[in-house]
């Protein structure tokens, strides 16, 4: 497949929105990753997106609109407690699951009955939306189990070839994936943390929110014993994983880096590549815009092995960034 690499330009994004008409797929930019796009109420399109990363057909997508108003085709019903969160939050980073209307389809909710939405806070995915007539379902535009991607050159190195167009837009704002907050029940339960954090919500709605188990274990289970089926991306499957093996250092500053030069003078005296990831505990915007970049320079470089220095989780930004970093290293953690 010859994938056409558009501009932001007006006259491009049309190109692009008439591919997703068409049933076409096309990468664009959020303000948080770069999303792999597809009409999300049409089916047979949907299993392209599965087909192009490669990913598990039982892992939901976000659905991606332009205007509040349009989770009335997706959504059976809409909360009090959502509609302010739609209000306060929207445009931005956070995703709200609802149960699905039958419109849309099971091939983009992974076979639940609830939808997980958002409004992305940025013009050019705001434009191709609108320009397109639908939905758009968009998971992270990368090969499933790859660190996300944040600039263009990311879907260009894992997608060209296999999608019909990538709009190449700047590096994306944010750099994690939006905070994907179930509504469905009484009280709201995160179900992946992101830039939105657990005291936004409470500080909105005036209702704390529940962590689901998965953010707390390695491998989620049902808890019922039955196979476990995730209403979001990123609960269940692998996910962000660099080429390299990845070890997380956890400990007080002054010792998290003595420990980590003292792994890497030790592997590389024994012939191993080392890469380090290091972030400034309070510099955690920057380490969520930089955290899945690093992530494949080090793969760039060819590194064996990351080393990389533990976030405080104490803050809703810190416990975002620290999710992906325990995902990427495969809970593989030192304590010092």
Known sequence: MNTKILTTKDEDIKIAAEIIKTGGLVAFPTETVYGLGANALDAVCVKKVYAAKGRPSDNPMIVHIAKASDIEQLASYVSEAAFVLMDKFWPGPLTLVLNKKPEVPKETTGGSDTVAVRMPKDDVAIALITQSGC??????????????????????????????????????????????????????????????????????????????????????????????????PGMKYKH???????????????????????????????????????????????????????????????????LAGALSDTDGVGFAVMNRMLKSAGYNIIRV
């Open 135 to 232: 939905p758009i379902a968009a998971p992270s535009a990368n090969l499933s189990g790859k660190p996300s991607s944040t600039k263009p050159e990311h879907v260009i190195d894992d997608l060209s070839g296999k999608i019909d167009a990538i709009i190449a837009g700047g590096d994306c704002k944010i750099g994690i994936e939006s905070t994907v907050l179930d509504v469905t029940g009484e009280v709201p339960m995160i179900l992946r943390p992101g830039f939105v954090t657990a005291e936004d919500i409470e500080n909105a709605i005036g209702i704390k929110p529940r962590l689901d188990s998965s953010l707390l274990r390695k491998e989620p289970e049902s808890e019922s014993g039955e196979e476990f089926k995730p209403k979001s």
């Open 240 to 306: 962000y994983a660099p080429k390299a093996q990845m070890t997380i250092i956890e400990g007080s500053n002054n010792k998290v880096k003595d420990e980590i030069e003292r792994i890497k003078k030790l592997k590389e005296a024994e012939g191993i590549s080392v890469g380090v990831m290091l972030f400034e505990d309070e510099a955690l915007s920057e380490a969520a815009h930089d955290f899945f970049a690093k992530l494949r320079e080090l793969d760039e470089q060819g590194v064996d092995l990351i």
